[in-house]
Every structure is written in structure tokens, then in C-alpha cells.
Nanobody
Framework: QVHLVESGGGVVQAGDSLRLSCTAS????????IGWFRQGPGKEREFVAS???????SYSDSVKGRFTISTISARNIVFLQMNNLKPEDTASYYC????????????WGQGTQVTVSS
């Protein structure tokens, strides 16, 4: 079992920055992927970014160039640095873990709220 806890959300103004953290406890493996997802008001959940403990990142087009995902794998922590935030980034942000060969994200955190005012 893996337990994920997000932190770092808050209320900011457009153009500001925030850094979200996702701490994983339990047994993790180098081939695991940690992903960030978000769900805005009235919207479906969408992929934001992902990273593999052993390396490799992926971003959605909507955040590429503004958000950076990174990890301190020895501490099982994944960060999402969010710069130049926009009101449309307002959402609940969730981290999740995918363990190959599984195709789905099987473990989820409880989420942290990010609100960006214009």
C-alpha cells in the first residue's frame, strides 16, 4: 500500500508562484510514476504533470513552461513548482501513483486547493 499526502495549496494572485508537495509513504519502487492532476470547478479531472522516480517527466500543454515537477526520491517527495499562475489554474490538485505494468493510477492523495485570483 502507498499513502500520498499533498500540501502547499493556497490563495494567490495571478502571476504569483506556489510549490505543491506530495509525500509518499509505504513501499515505492524506482519504476513508479507520480503524477499531478487537477479538477477545477465544473470541470473534469485533468492530467498536469508526471515524473518517474528513476527519471523522466511529462507535462500537459496548458502548464508546459510554467510548471516544473521534480523529486527528492530518497525522501519520496515530489514537488510541483507552479509559476506565473493564472485564474484558470484554480483547482483542487491531486497527486497519484502509477505502478507499471498497471496502466491506471491506483493510489491518490486527498488533494490540496489552489485558488488564483485575477
Amino acid at each position: 500500500q502507498v499513502h500520498l499526502v499533498e500540501s502547499g495549496g493556497g490563495v494567490v494572485q495571478a502571476g504569483d508562484s506556489l510549490r505543491l508537495s506530495c509525500t509518499a509513504s509505504g513501499r515505492t519502487f524506482n519504476d513508479d510514476f507520480i503524477g499531478w492532476f487537477r479538477q477545477g470547478p465544473g470541470k473534469e479531472r485533468e492530467f498536469v504533470a508526471s515524473i518517474r522516480w528513476s527519471g523522466g517527466t511529462s507535462y500537459s500543454d496548458s502548464v508546459k513552461g510554467r510548471f516544473t515537477i521534480s523529486t527528492i526520491s530518497a525522501r519520496n517527495i515530489v514537488f510541483l513548482q507552479m509559476n506565473n499562475l493564472k485564474p484558470e489554474d484554480t483547482a483542487s490538485y491531486y497527486c497519484a501513483l502509477r505502478r507499471p505494468p498497471a496502466a491506471g493510477w491506483d493510489y491518490w492523495g486527498q488533494g490540496t486547493q489552489v485558488t488564483v485570483s485575477s
